[in-house]
C-alpha cells in the first residue's frame, strides 16, 4: 500500500490558533480529534505494514459556504489529525510529512479528506 484516502470531519475551530479557549476545553477537542483520525487511519490499513518513515500529506477542504479561509490555520488545526496518523500506526513520526499544497472548496456538506502518500 503505497497511499490512503481519510475522510474526516472539519477540525474544530477550537483547535486553531487563533482561538482562545480554556486549557482544558482545547485539550478534550484535541484528545477527541486525535481519536477519530486513529480510528480512520486504523481502518484503512493493512496491519502487516510497517511504519512509514516519511509520507506527503494533502488536504482537500469542503465547506458549506464560500467563504475565504486562511490556509494556514486550516493547517494548524489539523495537528491532532496528524499526531492520530502516528498513533495508528500509520506514519513513524508527523515531523516526516511533507503538506503539499491543500484545495478549500464549497460543497454540500463539511468534510476534509486527507490524501496520505509514502515516500522515499
Known sequence: MNHVVLTLPVPSP???PNARPH???KAKVTKQHRQAAKLVAMGALNRDE???ERASVQLAW???DARKRDHDNLLARCKAYFDGLRDAGLIDDD???THLPMTVSKGDDAK???TVRRTE
Request: glycine share 6%; charged share 10%.
Open 95 to 97: 515531523s516526516g510529512l
Open 112 to 114: 476534509l479528506v486527507m
Open 14 to 16: 477550537m483547535l486553531s
Open 50 to 52: 510497517p511504519r512509514w
Open 23 to 25: 486549557y482544558m476545553a
Open 62 to 64: 469542503t465547506f458549506e
